[in-house]
């Protein structure tokens, strides 16, 4: 509503009048810009004429977004659009190009991107911080000696403000792969900023380079808990044998460092002296079974059930009895299985015949590990009412065994056509391994089947299946050619045939490319997220509030200008109450806490999908991004950082953050409910 005004001249109100309006003017057609470049860039469709105009577009909300919808399309047309833009006066539209400069990863970028940061007088900070990123993602020689000169000191003296520029290179210079300077980044090893240890140490373990092994033994006693954390992950029986560490000398340390001060150097140190699986270091895992912090507790029970040995088995039977909350329960009994048949059966009757599905899948699962398929002494998981434990069960059992045997295949045929699409995704793998002519036919009515699954998992399992058979023999590919491919349309799905542009060069032949594609999403629709996010005339920043069955509220601001149709859709399914009763079916202590997932087991979706929209945003500590099935699969399962985790960078969206304390975040373990999430 406007404001009340006195009553004042004709000629006056004319003038404000006309002042009031032009803005309005203004931004009206700045919305219908910003609209048809938001319906191109959702549809993957590339619009040449569109993007080169709106990249000369006066207002430089335009040109950025423009620039943004070059780099997500992903077609290297934009390349070259793109170039002049890094001369574009606003610094913010310099940023954005470079990074979308990045995301197209066109080696015919390199050039252009390092004259500018060579420039002479130096560019802003931020669009050069972005250059390094885009030369790290798109790699080659020149890209990687510009980053090891940075490294080294030995840049232009152009870059006034080297800092930020040399933190980037260290955090993205594993991307570069065998162009990787790891002789540079060791020299950060020992460096007086922490965050610069920390980084080159998290370039190093992505790399896993064996050159750094002695130092990374150092670095356990590095004064920084977030360096010791990263370290603790990396010294992993694997890399351990790659870098020739003594593996006693190995598990040795960690064993000590299962006693540091800070909860995520536990986490991640009983992490990895569970791939150790040696029953020696039991005493020390052992002791952290009664930590203060929950999720520890829940390491230990994974890490001493992967160890094994008399003591793994009396102490995971005393916290599978004796605890009360689902996690950490869940873990002993699973150890249990990998430890001792006698003690597993000992104690997982009361699950296997519990009236909670959760509590009869997990035992399925452990029965499977122990007891492969059919067997007199144990529970039928297979005819459980709750298809949930059906697809544990056939999961779990296809899992143990390399060859399958009659029966496994037998009751994966038999499952194949179950209404569960979960259940016909693990039928689906057994009989993709057995890669039977035979099977042709069944899959291909699966694959039927699933064109009305919420989640897509189902088609890409028949696919595979498929796929497998007409690579095993001529049989096989005459059978697949002319039963499956000849006589099945082109999926309407883009996710289906995005499977296929990957993985199945005749099927690509056949049903085309996947995009672009139909989102269902009217022109006036993106108006509406345009006027509400991009030019924030509506809350571009909304906050939602996660109230937690156990752990308190935690506060969520979400970023409507860096993923608006991410956050168009998360708010709608607020507003549906969608989330309300889930529980976080996905805890990874010290990594992410997951929910979203109707089913509760970690396959549900919401119908529908969200493309992906990458953004300068990076995963630090307590930030929200989409899940994915596979790119540009975002439905409503999401996840919250429990530490920086900068591998996710670039590959899922960020779209929000919790903010506030939010003390109750790292106390969540796998099962807590969420009573609702309101606006």
């Not at 694959?447 to 699954?453: G, I, M, N, T, V």
């Not at 269902?520 to 005339?537: G, H, P, T």
Request: hydrophobic residues 45%; contains cysteine; negative net charge.
């Amino acid at each position: 509503m406007s404001p009340p005004h006195r009553r004042i001249g004709v000629s006056v109100i004319l003038v404000v009048a006309i002042a009031q309006l032009s803005p309005r003017l203004v931004v009206s057609q700045g919305v219908e810009d910003l609209a048809q470049i938001l319906a191109v860039e959702d549809s993957r469709r590339w619009d040449g004429g569109l993007f080169e105009t709106s990249l000369k577009n006066p207002e430089p909300l335009v040109r950025r977004t423009a620039a943004m919808a070059i780099g997500r399309v992903g077609d290297w047309r934009g390349t070259e659009l793109l170039f002049p833009v890094l001369l574009d006066p606003d610094t913010t539209v310099q940023t954005t190009a470079m990074f979308a400069l990045g995301l197209l990863e066109d080696t015919l970028a390199v050039g252009p991107i390092l004259e500018r940061l060579r420039a002479v007088p130096a560019i802003s900070q931020d669009p050069a911080v972005e250059g390094v990123a885009a030369l790290a993602k798109i790699g080659g020689p020149e890209a990687a000696a510009f980053i090891a000169s940075l490294l080294d000191g030995a840049s232009r003296a152009a870059l006034e403000n080297r800092d930020p520029l040399v933190a980037q290179a260290l955090i993205d210079a594993w991307r570069l792969r065998e162009e990787a300077p790891v002789g540079a980044l060791m020299n950060y090893l020992d460096h007086d900023k922490e965050d610069w240890r920390w980084r080159a140490v998290v370039s190093l373990s992505r790399l896993q380079a064996p050159e750094a092994g002695q130092l990374f033994l150092r670095a356990l006693a590095d004064k920084s808990p977030t360096v010791r954390a990263a370290v603790a992950a990396r010294l992993t029986k694997r890399y351990a044998a790659r870098s020739g560490l003594d593996a006693e000398t190995c598990m040795d340390l960690l064993a000590n460092t299962v006693n540091d001060p800070d909860g995520r150097v536990r986490i991640n140190a009983l992490r990895a002296l569970a791939t150790f699986r040696d029953p020696e270091t039991g005493p020390a895992i052992a002791v952290a079974l009664d930590d203060p912090l929950l999720n520890v507790r829940v390491q230990a029970a994974q890490a001493l059930g992967r160890a094994g040995g008399p003591l793994a088995i009396t102490e995971l039977t005393r916290v599978f009895t004796g605890a009360d909350f689902f996690a950490l329960q869940r873990e002993a009994l699973l150890g249990l299985s990998r430890s001792d048949s006698t003690a597993f059966t000992a104690v997982a009757a009361t699950w296997g015949q519990s009236g909670d599905w959760r509590l009869r899948a997990v035992a399925a699962d452990g029965w499977e590990r122990v007891l492969p398929g059919p067997h007199p002494d144990k529970p039928d998981f297979l005819t459980d009412p709750d298809s949930r434990v059906v697809a544990a069960a056939l999961g779990a059992w296809s899992r143990q065994v390399q060859d399958p045997t009659d029966d496994l295949i037998r009751e994966a045929r038999r499952l194949i056509s179950h209404p569960d699409p979960v259940v016909r995704v693990a039928a689906a793998g057994v009989l993709g391994s057995v890669a039977d002519p035979n099977d042709v036919s069944a899959l291909g009515a699966m694959f039927q089947l699933a064109q009305s699954d919420a989640m897509p998992d189902a088609a890409w399992a028949a696919l595979d299946a498929l796929l497998m058979i007409a690579d095993a023999s001529a049989d096989g590919e005459s059978r697949v050619s002319l039963r499956f491919l000849a006589r099945t349309p082109r999926p309407s799905n883009y996710l289906i045939r995005s499977w296929v542009e990957i993985n199945w060069p005749l099927a690509l032949e056949r049903w085309g490319p996947a995009y672009p594609i139909e989102t269902q999403l009217s022109l006036q629709d993106y108006r509406a997220v345009a006027e509400r996010f991009l030019v924030n005339i509506g809350e571009a920043y909304p906050h939602v509030f996660v109230e937690t069955e156990r752990d308190g509220t935690l506060e969520i601001e979400l970023f409507g200008p860096d993923a608006p149709l991410t956050v168009q859709r998360f708010l709608s399914l607020v507003d549906r109450r969608f989330f309300d009763g889930m529980r976080w079916h996905r805890v990874v202590p010290d990594f992410v806490v997951q929910t979203g997932d109707p089913r509760g087991d970690g396959w549900g979706v919401a119908p529908g999908a969200v493309r992906d929209e990458l953004n300068r945003r990076r995963y630090r500590t307590r930030y929200v991004g989409m899940a994915l099935s596979g790119p540009d699969s975002g439905s409503s399962q999401w996840f919250i950082t429990l530490s920086p985790q900068p591998r996710l960078d670039g590959t899922y969206t960020v779209f929000g953050r919790v903010v506030g304390t939010s003390p109750g975040l790292k106390r969540l373990t796998q099962g807590d409910r969420i009573r609702t999430i309101r606006r």
